[in-house]
């Protein structure tokens, strides 16, 4: 049976490849809807396609690709509406700069301020779960 789902993704999810890594599972699975970054570090995607094809989708967006770090996965069920023809990325509404998926630990070591020439970004830095030191780690 066909169906149509809003999926949220929360953790390290961009500047990680995570809405090529979706669009590339969305395709594998026929799916069609779009990914897209927001601003406050999220990633939205609406898909449609067979509802077991969507629950796989979710599932392989639920590890993510290997740099991503998920800590959250929303999902909203709706009707099937025919509404998108293929699989896209959407741009942004905000930019959010890269360095802030750092972690001091970067900034300290192979990522010094003075070789990024940016100024202390101290406000923007993310807390981060051990293991990982960082969305690059």
């Keep these: ?21 979706a669009q ?7 799916l069609t809807g779009f990914a897209r970054n927001e601003e406050d570090g999220s990633v939205t995607i609406q898909v449609e396609g067979e509802r077991e094809d969507i629950a796989k989708f979710v599932d392989e967006v639920s590890r993510g690709p ?28 905000a930019i959010v700069p890269v360095f802030n998926r750092f972690c001091r630990a970067c900034f300290d070591g192979p990522l010094t301020l003075q070789a ?13 779960e051990a293991p990982f030191s960082c969305g690059i780690a």
């Design 24 to 30: 590339r599972v969305a395709s594998s699975l026929s």
């Design 66 to 93: 290997r740099l991503a770090r998920v800590s959250r996965v929303d999902v909203s069920w709706k009707p099937y509406a025919g509404a998108y023809y293929d699989f896209s990325i959407e741009r942004a509404a």
């Design 1 to 21: 049976m066909k169906a149509a789902a809003t999926i949220r993704v929360y953790g390290v999810v961009q500047g990680v490849g995570f809405r090529f890594f």
């Design 116 to 128: 990024l020439k940016l100024p202390d970004p101290s406000a923007l830095f993310k807390s981060h």
